[in-house]
């Protein structure tokens, strides 16, 4: 049996911003046999999975489902999309936002970025503004797309896309909306339709509880339309014969058949809980987080009280305190993993993740571990952030 985990007893709390903690009925589910991917059962399973995904993006349009990661999808929205040196406009929030202009660059895509201005745009959410007056410039239509992220795992900033949307019609402009929501999807509430996003990626391993190796692409009409005319090489990734597939409940290859049956279970664990409560349960976990920080006297890296996550909270360090130190002593003196300060954050920063499959006890020992994690470095906090936590819990 391979040996993953050095602490006797007791679970391992992984408190990073995904992968988060995959639920027990999720791991039985996926335990069950593999079955024959083009057998009759498989169509009628595949058609019920496809369909309930729709609900958790709110999308009466197709949600294609890749057998890869967030970023494969990121990919998949590109290339079916846009056409070789099309002109993208990037927003940027933080790492995972520059992650995905540099995949977007190594495509060969003419990438723009732009950011909240005057201010360190790592800290705020997306200003819908700042995209409006740069499309208000392109009187030739030559920006192709607008890339946002909804969640930006990096920073814990969530933004508001409906914004973004208004912005892009204000001024008629045709570029298409694709928006990254892998950590938010399943954690914080996102309306693919309503909001106008074109096509939003998500992944498995965040808010939807299960391991890491199944992506998402959600269209719309106009995605689809696009993805008639996109002149970029693809096949593996390419809409039209998965759609075409999908159409019964298969795919044109081998789907991550166990996968999907830890989707269809996690799915119908999110259905149960209802969506509205999955959100609310989120935001209320994150507020209790930020009474902890608060305590501890840390700053929040996230600046905009409008946009503070509720799928993590990435906390700086004081002067001096090397972040990943504090996350070797919180995993070798606790098992608890924190997620690391990502891109110009390294050794600054630090990340609670507080989603998916996570109530008040396991948040609070998250914080507890943090808490004593710091006092073992010798950092005096101002207050507990373990009974400031409580008191807000409770
Ligand atoms: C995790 C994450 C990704 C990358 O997904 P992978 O599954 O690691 O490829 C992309 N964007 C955001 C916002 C993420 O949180």
């Known amino acids: 049996m391979l040996k993953l985990d050095n602490h006797a007893s007791g679970r391992h709390f992984l408190h990073i911003p995904g992968p988060s903690p995959v639920p027990p009925r999720v791991l039985r589910a996926i335990s069950y046999q593999t079955i024959d991917h083009r057998g009759p059962e498989f169509g009628a399973f595949g058609l019920k999975v496809l369909d309930g995904i729709k609900k958790i993006f709110k999308t009466e349009q197709p949600v294609i489902i890749y057998s890869g990661s967030g970023t494969g999808s990121w990919e998949g929205a590109l290339v079916n999309v846009l056409n070789p040196g099309d002109k993208v406009l990037f927003y940027e929030t933080g790492q995972f936002a520059n992650l995905w202009r540099g995949l977007a660059q190594r495509l060969g895509l003419d990438v723009e970025v732009v950011g909240k201005v005057g201010q360190d745009t ?89 391991p890491p190796g199944i992506g998402f692409n959600a269209l719309s009409p106009r995605a689809i339309e696009a993805s008639k005319r996109s002149k970029f090489p693809k096949s ?38 209802g969506l509205d409560n999955v959100f609310a349960r989120h935001q209320r976990l994150a507020a209790a987080c930020r009474e902890a920080v608060n305590a501890w006297g840390l700053e929040n890296q996230c600046q905009d009280q409008e946009c503070y996550s509720p799928v993590l909270t990435c906390i700086a360090t004081p002067e001096g305190m090397d972040a990943d130190v504090l996350r070797k002593n919180a995993l070798e003196k606790f098992n608890l993993s924190l997620g690391v300060g990502l891109g110009k954050l390294k050794g600054k920063a630090f990340r609670i993740g507080h989603l998916g499959d996570c109530n008040e006890l396991s948040l609070m020992a998250a914080i507890s571990g943090v808490e004593m994690s710091l006092g073992s470095m010798g950092y005096k906090p101002k207050a507990s952030g373990v009974v400031a936590a409580q008191e807000f819990l409770k």
């Open 122 to 210: 790592w800290r705020w959410g997306v200003d819908a503004s700042v995209i409006e007056e740069r499309l208000r410039k392109d009187t030739q239509h030559e920006i192709k797309a607008v890339c946002v992220v909804h969640n930006e795992t990096s920073s814990g900033v969530t933004s508001d896309i409906a914004a973004v949307r208004k912005a892009i019609d204000s001024l008629k402009h045709p570029a298409l909306l694709l928006v990254d929501s892998v950590s938010g999807i399943g954690s914080v509430d996102y309306e693919h339709d309503r909001w106008g996003a074109d096509v939003t990626i998500s992944g498995s391993q965040k808010g939807l509880m299960l």
């Open 236 to 273: 593996y990734l390419a809409w039209d014969e998965i759609l075409e597939s999908n159409k019964t409940g298969y795919w044109p290859t081998t789907p991550s058949t166990n996968l999907l049956y830890g989707l269809h279970e996690a799915m119908d664990m999110i259905m149960a809980e």
